[in-house]
């Protein structure tokens, strides 16, 4: 499966690539800045980890078969829910089982209906599009949904006051929290459009950077990244408001009272 | 006479606490008794009167009226009926509770009297309707302010529009939860005054929770002296204040903090 178009690196090429982690460790500790032996470890681990994850793709390519890649994906959406955990300090009520439901729906539906409908490769689980793209499109969604749980119980937390003198009027608890969920819906959103508005101009994306230097036309590239940022948002989109509307009921009880914290 | 109007004009019990405790779980972990043992009528045309010091349990007690909580034993009854068996959102437009803290939303003052119909998605009336009127003249705020944004007006009368956005439901029973806390002497004396008339032409039962004896003394009927989450005393207002029956009441009532308060 060699590429002729793509320069292979070598072991001595990435030392030279690690000469650049080198002058960053130096200047580092030129500015005191103390966190030598953090940039050092993290070097290690990016090594390490996509070492890892090269030889598991090379074993999931050869294999070929639906079960590994299917195995990856919800290993990806495991780490996605993890990772989205351990960034929230406060979490909000069943956060695992709320953010959970949310990352597999919003970014499961949003893969099958890329994978099917815009890309349409054949067979559905070939991994050489399957993982990539469903890697993106939960990475994207994983930072929405960090902020959307994150945003939600801040804003319950701070709103209390606003929210109870709203249920003694007589609101329910989707009335009182409206301020509170469109916050944090609009918060999971903003990084997304924001990327999208500065792409092509502020910086090339990195897929398209990578179809690029893999030998594919730009134009084609161009097409791929268009199609994958819309992914990307469309899961971002599905993801966050799960998260939020199925977020903001766990703070109420079924007698639209606010659940003391 | 309707049946609504039957119910205001009876003199039977309107909110009857029934042995009601609340027991919550501390952060050690162990159960803490919050109440215990609560048993007092509020009736219509009264204002009952829940005196006692800060964590004795008073915001409490006033927040299991309209179900913002629930009690743990006991039952409380509006009217005969167990308030656990009426819809939250319906009994919390029966039972109108003003919190502490006057809470304005964004815009303008007649845009916070519209909310409560907004929420039972109702047309909101217009600054010239009857209910608005009715309202502004029960805390007496003048219709001029109407426009005015509700964020920008004083504590005092904030506090007013925080009461007339509670009338206008029409509730039967009104709730205050130290109504006065933020309130300079005039504004807690015309305060008192707005409740009386409230009580008086509304026929509503008012419960308010309070550490002011300025309230207790000039327009309580009812009062009630909480130590601890239990009742220690209760009786007639003024008789209460006059000559207290217990030693609790009256340590309450010569602690240095009430002294500046009854001097009011």
Same mark, same amino acid.
């Given at each position: %499966?060699?590429?002729?178009?793509?320069?292979?690196?070598?072991?001595?090429?990435?030392?030279?690539?690690?000469?650049?982690?080198?002058?960053?460790?130096?200047?580092?500790?030129?500015?005191?800045?103390?966190?030598?032996?953090?940039?050092?470890?993290?070097?290690?681990?990016?090594?390490?980890?996509?070492?890892?994850?090269?030889?598991?793709?090379?074993?999931?390519?050869?294999?070929?078969?639906?079960?590994?890649?299917?195995?990856?994906?919800?290993? %990806?959406?495991?780490?996605?829910?993890?990772?989205?955990?351990?960034?929230?300090?406060?979490?909000?009520?069943?956060?695992?089982?709320?953010?959970?439901?949310?990352?597999?729906?919003?970014?499961?539906?949003?893969?099958?209906?890329?994978?099917?409908?815009?890309?349409?490769?054949?067979?559905?689980?070939?991994?050489?599009?399957?993982?990539?793209?469903?890697?993106?499109?939960?990475?994207?969604?994983?930072?929405?949904?960090?902020?959307?749980?994150?945003?939600?119980?801040?804003?319950?937390?701070?709103?209390?006051?606003?929210?109870?003198?709203?249920?003694?009027?007589?609101?329910?608890?989707?009335?009182?929290?409206?301020?509170?969920?469109?916050?944090?819906?609009?918060?999971?959103?903003?990084?997304?459009?924001?990327?999208?508005?500065?792409?092509?101009?502020?910086?090339?994306?990195?897929?398209?950077?990578?179809?690029?230097?893999?030998?594919?036309?730009?134009?084609?590239?161009?097409?791929?990244?268009?199609?994958?940022?819309?992914?990307?948002?469309?899961? =971002?989109?599905?993801?966050?408001?799960?998260?939020?509307?199925?977020?903001?009921?766990?703070?109420?009880?079924?007698?639209? #009272? $606010?659940?003391?914290? | 006479?309707?049946?609504?109007?039957?119910?205001?004009?009876?003199?039977?019990?309107?909110?009857?606490?029934?042995?009601?405790?609340?027991?919550?779980?501390?952060?050690?972990?162990?159960?803490?008794?919050?109440?215990?043992?609560?048993?007092?009528?509020?009736?219509?045309?009264?204002?009952?009167?829940?005196?006692?010091?800060?964590?004795?349990?008073?915001?409490?007690?006033?927040?299991?009226?309209?179900? $913002?909580?629930?009690?743990?034993?006991?039952?409380?009854?509006?009217?005969?009926?167990?308030?656990?068996?009426?819809?939250?959102?319906?009994?919390?437009?029966?039972?109108?509770?003003?919190?502490?803290?006057?809470?304005?939303?964004?815009?303008?003052?007649?845009?916070?009297?519209?909310?409560?119909?907004?929420?039972?998605?109702?047309?909101?009336?217009?600054?010239?309707?009857?209910?608005?009127?009715?309202?502004?003249?029960? =805390?007496?705020?003048?219709?001029?302010?109407?426009?005015?944004?509700?964020?920008?007006?004083?504590?005092?009368?904030? #506090?007013?529009?925080?009461?007339?956005?509670?009338?206008?439901?029409?509730?039967?029973?009104?709730?205050?939860?130290?109504?006065?806390?933020?309130?300079?002497?005039?504004?807690?004396?015309?305060?008192?005054?707005?409740?009386?008339?409230?009580?008086?032409?509304?026929?509503?039962?008012?419960?308010?929770?309070?550490?002011?004896?300025?309230?207790?003394?000039?327009?309580?009927?009812?009062?009630?002296?909480?130590?601890?989450?239990?009742?220690?005393?209760?009786?007639?207002?003024?008789?209460?204040?006059?000559?207290?029956?217990?030693?609790?009441?009256?340590?309450?009532?010569?602690?240095?903090?009430?002294?500046?308060?009854?001097?009011?």
């Amino acid at each position: %499966m060699k590429n002729p178009h793509i320069i292979p690196l070598d072991v001595i090429q990435l030392v030279y690539a690690y000469a650049l982690i080198l002058l960053s460790l130096a200047l580092a500790r030129l500015q005191h800045i103390g966190h030598e032996k953090q940039l050092f470890w993290s070097s290690i681990r990016m090594l390490v980890q996509l070492i890892a994850v090269g030889y598991l793709l090379h074993l999931v390519f050869a294999i070929n078969s639906p079960l590994p890649v299917v195995l990856m994906l919800l290993a %990806m959406a495991g780490f996605s829910l993890q990772v989205a955990g351990s960034r929230i300090k406060k979490r909000m009520p069943d956060f695992y089982r709320v953010v959970g439901s949310s990352i597999i729906i919003g970014c499961g539906g949003v893969t099958v209906y890329f994978s099917l409908l815009v890309v349409g490769f054949s067979p559905w689980f070939d991994p050489r599009y399957l993982i990539p793209l469903a890697g993106m499109i939960f990475g994207n969604a994983m930072n929405g949904a960090s902020l959307a749980a994150e945003r939600l119980s801040s804003e319950m937390h701070e709103r209390r006051e606003e929210i109870e003198c709203a249920l003694s009027l007589g609101a329910t608890s989707r009335q009182s929290a409206e301020e509170a969920i469109r916050n944090a819906y609009s918060a999971a959103l903003r990084p997304t459009i924001n990327t999208m508005a500065a792409t092509g101009i502020v910086a090339l994306p990195g897929m398209m950077t990578g179809q690029i230097l893999s030998g594919t036309e730009p134009i084609i590239a161009v097409r791929y990244q268009i199609a994958i940022l819309c992914a990307i948002t469309g899961a =971002v989109a599905v993801t966050s408001f799960l998260i939020v509307q199925q977020g903001y009921r766990r703070f109420f009880t079924d007698a639209h #009272q $606010l659940k003391s914290e | 006479m309707n049946m609504h109007q039957q119910q205001k004009s009876g003199n039977d019990p309107f909110v009857e606490f029934i042995d009601v405790g609340v027991t919550k779980l501390s952060p050690a972990g162990t159960n803490r008794l919050i109440l215990d043992g609560i048993s007092f009528t509020a009736r219509q045309g009264e204002i009952t009167g829940i005196i006692g010091a800060s964590g004795s349990g008073k915001s409490t007690l006033i927040r299991l009226c309209n179900r $913002l909580d629930n009690p743990s034993v006991g039952t409380i009854e509006l009217n005969g009926q167990n308030i656990a068996t009426i819809d939250p959102l319906l009994l919390r437009r029966k039972i109108a509770l003003v919190l502490q803290k006057p809470f304005m939303f964004h815009g303008t003052l007649l845009e916070n009297l519209q909310r409560p119909f907004m929420f039972r998605r109702m047309a909101p009336p217009s600054a010239g309707s009857l209910e608005i009127a009715r309202v502004l003249d029960l =805390v007496q705020l003048p219709a001029e302010m109407l426009d005015r944004e509700a964020r920008s007006l004083s504590g005092g009368e904030q #506090q007013r529009v925080n009461l007339a956005r509670a009338l206008i439901n029409h509730p039967e029973v009104l709730l205050l939860d130290e109504p006065t806390s933020a309130l300079d002497h005039p504004s807690t004396a015309r305060l008192a005054s707005t409740l009386n008339n409230i009580c008086q032409n509304e026929h509503l039962a008012i419960i308010v929770v309070t550490h002011d004896l300025y309230l207790a003394e000039h327009i309580v009927n009812h009062l009630i002296y909480l130590e601890e989450g239990q009742i220690m005393e209760q009786g007639v207002g003024t008789q209460m204040l006059a000559m207290p029956q217990t030693t609790a009441f009256s340590n309450f009532l010569a602690k240095p903090e009430r002294e500046e308060k009854s001097s009011l």
